[in-house]
């Protein structure tokens, strides 16, 4: 069974109504939690590419990029979970894994479920909430993997956007 039905939250997935690249989070991280991702990578196999600034590099060890200076530039991690949708990863600070998806890959159900698959993979290597917040709209999140639930679950009434 699906976490979520898109004709109940297609309308979070507008883009002219969420943005078009909603802010994806792990609050309450750690190094240790970016590594966990880094290796969740890794072992589902899906496609990625690091880069810092335009070059590709391989991906380092999570205590490497979040310990560089503070006025480098922020690296990023591309990862494919499926060949259609992109989530990109920005390693802007130890304490919350940050990263965005494009709303316009994420139309319909059977992407809206690779969407949520992703999102429980995460929550579940990390213990922790994987929660979205509309574009620029830090601390408000919509929907997001619920530990308890084991699933994710709308945190917000769709209609209300």
């Known amino acids: 069974m699906a976490d979520l039905l898109w004709e109940d939250v297609k309308c979070l997935f507008d883009p002219d109504v969420m943005g078009s ?3 994806l989070r792990v609050p309450e991280a750690s190094v240790e939690d970016w590594q966990r991702v880094l290796d969740l990578v890794v072992e589902k196999g899906w496609r990625c590419r690091y880069f810092e600034g335009d070059t590709a590099l391989a991906v380092p060890r999570a205590e490497a990029v979040l310990g560089r200076p503070a006025d480098a530039e922020c690296p990023d ?3 494919w979970p499926s060949p259609e949708i992109l989530a990109i990863f920005r390693f802007h600070a130890a304490d919350e894994v940050d990263f965005d998806v494009d709303l316009r890959e994420l ?3 059977h992407r809206l479920d690779v969407f949520c698959g992703f999102l429980r ?3 579940r290597r990390l213990g922790k909430p994987v929660l979205m917040d509309p574009e620029g709209d830090d601390g408000r999140p919509v929907l997001g993997f619920d530990v308890e639930a084991d699933r994710v679950v709308l945190l917000a009434d769709p209609q209300v956007r």
Do not use: A, K, M
């Open 77 to 79: 991690l591309r990862v």
């Open 21 to 23: 690249l909603p802010d």
């Open 107 to 109: 139309q319909g159900q």
């Open 121 to 123: 993979e995460i929550g």
